[in-house]
C-alpha cells in the first residue's frame, strides 16, 4: 500500500486534534487546503505563525493582545473599578460584541473542577484578588457559565472577594426568545425574578 | 469595543472556510490553539508551510507528494497496463487502504457537472486519454461515486475510452451490512447482480 507522504499524514493528525474536527474531516480539511494551495493553505500558514509569534495573553486581565497589557486594559475610557470575570477569552469577546459593558476583565482561563483537580492557583484567583486593591475595584460582576463548575467557582470566588459589591448576570428568557422552546429551569428562574412594569 | 487582535480575527476568517468548520466552530479552535500553542499551533504552522511547500500534484495521475512523479507511478512492482478513474485523491487513499489493487490511477479533481460548468479539460479527461496508447493500458477501472455527476461523468469516459476494457466497481451490500439498514437502491442492485453459490 502507498500511503499518503508523511508531510500531508502529519498536518492530518494535527488537524484531527483540532475541536470540532475528527480524523476523517481532517483529511477531508488537508485535501480542501491542497485544492486551495495559493488562495487558504499557505494564507493559514503565515496566519498561524503571525498569531504564534505576536499574540500573548495580557498580563494583567489574561485577554488575548499583540501587546503585554491588552487594548482593554490599556483603555483610559474604559471604567476603572469593575472587573468583569469570565471562564474564557470566547466569553469576554461575547460580552464585548454586546456593547453593554465598559470597564474591565479577568480571565479565569477554566472553571475550578475537583473532577479534572483545577484549583484556584491553575486559574489565576490569586492574581485576581491582588488586583481589588491596586486597582481601586469597587464592584465584581461574574459573568461565569450557569453549569455545576461554573457555579462551584462562582461561589469560591463570592467566599474570597470582600470588600467590594459582587453581582452576576440576571437570568431569565433571552431577548426573542419564546417560551415554549425554553427549558423549565430558565422560565422558573425567569418567574423568580419578575420585576414589576 | 474592543475587537479581537487583527491577527486572531484573520486566522478565524481563514479557519471558518475549512469544510466542517463555521465561523463559530473556527473561534472555537483558534482559542485552542492559543491555549496550545507550543503543542499545536506552532506545530501545524510548520506543518502547514512543509506542505504548501513540498506537497504536489503528480504530473502524470495527479496523486499527491513530494516528487513530481508519485510514488505510485513510479512504483516498479505495480502492474501497469491497469489504470483506476477516481474523483479525488481521498478516493485514492481509500482504494489504497484496502489492498485489493495494485494498478496505477487517474484522478479526475472532480466530475463533469453541467451545473456548476465544469466540462472535460477541467478534470484532465484529455491527459487521461493521451496516456493509454504510451502506457500500454489495457484496462481502465471506473471507480466513480454512484451519484448524477458521477455516472454522467462515467458514461461521457465509457464513450471516449475505446480500444480498452473498461470495468467499474461492483454494487451490492457492504460487508458487514445489515439487510434492513440498507437503502432500495442499493438491495436493488445486489439482487440484480445476484451470482450463483
Not at 474536527?21 to 503565515?46: F, I, T
Not at 474570597?160 to 431577548?175: D, E, F, N, S, Y
Not at 426568545?177 to 423549565?184: P, V
Amino acid at each position: 500500500m502507498a500511503d499518503a507522504p508523511r508531510e500531508i499524514e502529519d498536518l492530518i493528525a494535527l488537524m484531527a486534534r483540532l475541536p470540532g474536527l475528527g480524523p476523517r474531516s481532517a483529511r477531508r480539511a488537508v485535501l480542501h487546503l491542497m485544492k486551495k494551495r495559493a488562495q487558504l493553505l499557505l494564507p493559514l500558514a503565515e496566519a498561524l505563525s503571525r498569531v504564534g509569534a505576536n499574540v500573548r495573553e495580557c498580563a494583567r486581565c489574561g485577554n488575548l493582545d499583540t501587546a503585554d497589557l491588552c487594548a482593554i486594559c490599556t483603555d483610559a475610557r474604559r471604567a476603572s473599578g469593575q472587573i468583569c470575570v469570565v471562564e474564557d477569552v470566547a466569553d469576554l469577546w461575547a460580552l464585548e460584541r454586546a456593547r453593554a459593558y465598559r470597564g474591565h476583565y479577568h480571565v479565569l482561563g477554566g472553571l475550578l473542577s475537583a473532577l479534572d483537580a483545577v484549583g484556584p492557583e491553575d486559574l489565576g484567583i490569586p492574581r485576581l484578588l491582588a488586583r481589588l486593591e491596586p486597582e481601586g475595584v469597587h464592584e465584581v460582576i461574574l459573568a461565569l457559565p450557569a453549569t455545576l463548575d461554573g457555579q462551584t467557582t462562582a461561589h469560591y470566588l463570592a467566599d474570597r472577594l470582600t470588600g467590594v459589591t459582587l453581582t452576576t448576570l440576571a437570568q431569565g428568557v433571552p431577548v426573542g426568545g419564546e417560551l415554549d422552546w425554553l427549558d423549565e429551569g430558565t422560565i422558573g428562574a425567569a418567574l423568580r425574578a419578575r420585576r414589576s412594569l
